[in-house]
């Protein structure tokens, strides 16, 4: 079966002082916790939707969705690796979406089944909060060269193959990227596993894998 929402994910945000307020309602900014170590929050927010002045505020069926995701997937990883996994982009809105180059539109992110992530070193959140703010402050770029020298391709290749390996993880669809992780999740019976190589960051295409082959990966 061929996937058809496979996605794509070249352009982050550019640097921008952070002024204004996000537009969220009171559900995200009461910080609602999902699972033990991940929140609605943090799932929800977005330099470019701040930017564009972008209410991605999820409807309850996504919140639900983002729910199943921290539990079927990224709790146990979290809980495996003991480090902090740090999520660059959990749910967004259409318009939100849409905003981004090179996004499918039919994403999973669309419905909060699907988040991007990378893991670090360390074992406390304000390491991951501090790490996601150099994130989103300098730019995907200005990040990934940072973390290669700090070891962030052994720490994104440990936890690929976490959820790969771990009976107690699940997933729909797993993707590698250079610097990130994008992982989705449906439910135990609908989640289909499919397992792809990103060339380039989505822009040269997807190769996809078996799951022996994808273990294979350095
Ligand atoms: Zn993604």
Redesign the pocket.
């Known amino acids: 079966m061929l996937m058809q929402n496979i996605?794509s994910?070249s352009t982050f945000s550019s640097p921008r002082q952070s002024s204004s307020e996000l537009g969220l309602c009171s559900r995200l900014t009461e910080n609602v916790s999902l699972s033990p170590h991940f929140t609605l929050r943090e799932m929800c927010e977005s330099k470019t939707a701040e930017e564009h002045g972008i209410d991605n505020t999820p409807p309850k069926e996504a919140v639900e969705n983002l729910r199943r995701l921290c539990e079927g997937c990224l709790e146990p990883l979290r809980e495996a690796l003991q480090l902090p996994v740090v999520i660059t982009?959990g749910f967004r809105t259409k318009a939100l979406n849409d905003k981004l180059a090179h996004s499918s539109s039919t994403s999973q992110?669309m419905r909060g089944e699907?988040a991007?992530m990378y893991v670090v070193q360390g074992s406390s959140t304000s390491e991951a909060t501090k790490s996601m703010t150099r994130f989103k402050v300098q730019g995907s770029n200005a990040a990934s060269s940072r973390f290669k020298v700090q070891g962030h391709r052994e720490l994104l290749i440990k936890a690929f193959r976490e959820i790969l390996t771990n009976p107690k993880i699940d997933f729909d669809q797993l993707i590698l990227y250079p610097t990130f992780i994008?992982v989705s999740y449906v439910s135990k019976e609908r989640n289909r596993h499919g397992i792809l190589k990103a060339r380039g960051n989505g822009k040269l295409g997807y190769g996809r894998l078996t799951r022996a082959d994808a273990l294979t990966l350095e």
């Open positions: 996605e994910h982009s992110h699907a991007d994008h």
